[in-house]
Nanobody, 117 residues
Framework: QVQFVESGGGLVQPGGSLRLSCAPKGNIFKGKNMGWYRQAPGKQREYVARISRDGDQTMYATPVTGRFTISRDTATDAIFLQMNNLEPADTATYYC??????????WGQGTQVTVSS
């Protein structure tokens, strides 16, 4: 069963911003490294960003470095992705999940981000 819900996606013009949220059901994220992933049309799902269980360390894929910021609320266990200066290449369905993922990882429905003029 899906244990989290992604939200915050939408249609935005190039250069715009969006803030994605990932809400857990219960305390399923507590004490776990978490990440954001995305899948563009016709492409494989790829890693975007990762955050440590305490929120003190973050990592980013090269294409989003300097534009995206991952964060977490240690009180609510929610995970966020602030996306600035969006580009058409960022168009994808975005997912949150534990980090790292494996071939057995189960995915939620994600949230769609479309960057277009």
């Amino acid at each position: 069963q899906v244990q989290f819900v992604e939200s915050g996606g939408g249609l935005v013009q190039p250069g715009g911003s969006l803030r994605l949220s990932c809400a857990p059901k219960g305390n399923i994220f507590k004490g776990k490294n978490m990440g954001w992933y995305r899948q563009a049309p016709g492409k494989q799902r790829e890693y975007v960003a990762r955050i440590s269980r305490d929120g003190d360390q973050t990592m980013y894929a090269t294409p989003v470095t300097g534009r995206f910021t991952i964060s977490r609320d240690t009180a609510t266990d929610a995970i966020f992705l602030q996306m600035n200066n969006l580009e058409p290449a960022d168009t994808a369905t975005y997912y949150c999940n534990e980090a790292p993922v494996t071939s057995l990882t189960q995915w939620g429905q994600g949230t769609q981000v479309t960057v277009s003029s």
